[in-house]
C-alpha cells in the first residue's frame, strides 16, 4: 500500500517562531488532508488540498502531486498550535473502492511560551 | 450545525465484556468511515459504510469486530470479548456521496483493564 512518511517526528517551538512541516507520500493520490490533533486528542480538519497551494489565517499549505510531497507551514505559532499534525491521503488507484485515509505518523509540535 | 458525534466519549470495559461505540455523521452525510488510534501511533482505517451497507471492512481484525449503519440511527462499532489491546482511541468521520473532504468526530477513548 501507499507510504505516508512525515517529517521531522517532533518539533519544539519559541512562540511566535515560523516552522514547516513536511508530508511525502509513495504513490499518486487523489484527496490529501491535514488536520491537527489537539492535546484533548481532538482531531481537527486543516486543510484539503490534494495540489496547490491554501491559506487560513496563520497556517497555510502546498502539495505538490507530480513530485509526491506536501508542506504545511505554521507561522508566528502560538502556544494553542501544540499538538500532533497528521498529514492523510486516498491513493488514486484505490479511489474507486472509497475514500479510505491512510495516515502519516504525525509531526508532534511543542509550541512554548 | 451539528458535527460528528461520537458517544461515549470515554468507555471502560473489563476483559471478556463487549464494548458498542456509536458515531452521528454530520447531518446528511450517507459516508461513515472508522479509524483506530492505538496510543502514541496514527490512525489506521477500520470500515466504510454507507447506509445499510458495507463498502470496505479491509482493516478490521478478522474476529470480535463489527460494523453497522442502519437506516436510521447511528452507526455502530461492535467490539466483542474485548482484550487490552483493544485499548484505544476510536474516531469516526463522515462525508457526502462524491466528495473527498471528511469530517471527524471527537472520538471514542476506549481502556479495557
Known amino acids: 500500500g501507499i507510504q505516508v512518511e512525515q517529517s521531522p517526528p517532533d518539533l519544539i517551538l519559541q512562540e511566535g517562531a515560523n516552522s514547516t512541516l513536511r508530508c511525502n507520500f509513495s504513490?499518486?493520490?487523489?484527496?490529501l488532508q491535514w488536520f491537527h490533533q489537539n492535546p484533548w486528542g481532538q482531531l481537527i480538519n486543516l486543510f484539503y488540498?490534494?495540489?496547490g497551494t491554501k491559506q487560513n489565517g496563520r497556517l497555510s499549505a502546498t502539495t505538490v502531486a507530480t513530485e509526491r510531497y506536501s508542506l504545511l507551514y505554521i507561522s508566528s505559532s502560538q502556544t494553542t498550535d501544540s499538538g500532533v499534525y497528521f498529514c492523510?491521503?486516498?491513493?488514486?488507484?484505490?479511489?474507486?473502492?472509497?475514500?479510505?485515509?491512510?495516515f502519516g505518523g504525525g509531526t508532534r509540535v511543542l509550541v512554548k511560551p | 450545525n451539528a458535527g460528528v458525534m461520537q458517544n461515549p466519549r470515554h468507555l471502560v470495559r473489563r476483559r471478556g465484556q463487549e464494548a458498542r461505540l456509536r458515531c452521528s455523521p454530520v447531518k446528511g452525510h450517507s459516508h461513515v468511515y472508522w479509524y483506530r488510534q492505538l496510543p502514541e501511533e496514527g490512525l489506521k482505517f477500520m470500515v466504510y459504510l454507507q447506509k445499510e451497507n458495507i463498502i470496505d471492512e479491509s482493516g478490521m481484525p478478522k474476529e470480535r469486530f463489527s460494523a453497522e449503519f442502519p437506516k436510521e440511527g447511528p452507526s455502530i462499532l461492535r467490539i466483542q470479548q474485548v482484550v487490552r489491546g483493544d485499548s484505544a482511541a476510536y474516531f469516526c468521520a463522515s462525508s457526502l456521496p462524491n466528495t473527498d473532504t471528511q469530517y471527524f468526530g471527537p472520538g471514542t477513548r476506549l481502556t479495557v483493564l
Open positions: 504513490d499518486s493520490v487523489n484527496n
Open positions: 488540498i490534494p495540489s
Open positions: 492523510a491521503v486516498v491513493p488514486t488507484l484505490i479511489k474507486a473502492a472509497g475514500n479510505k485515509l491512510t
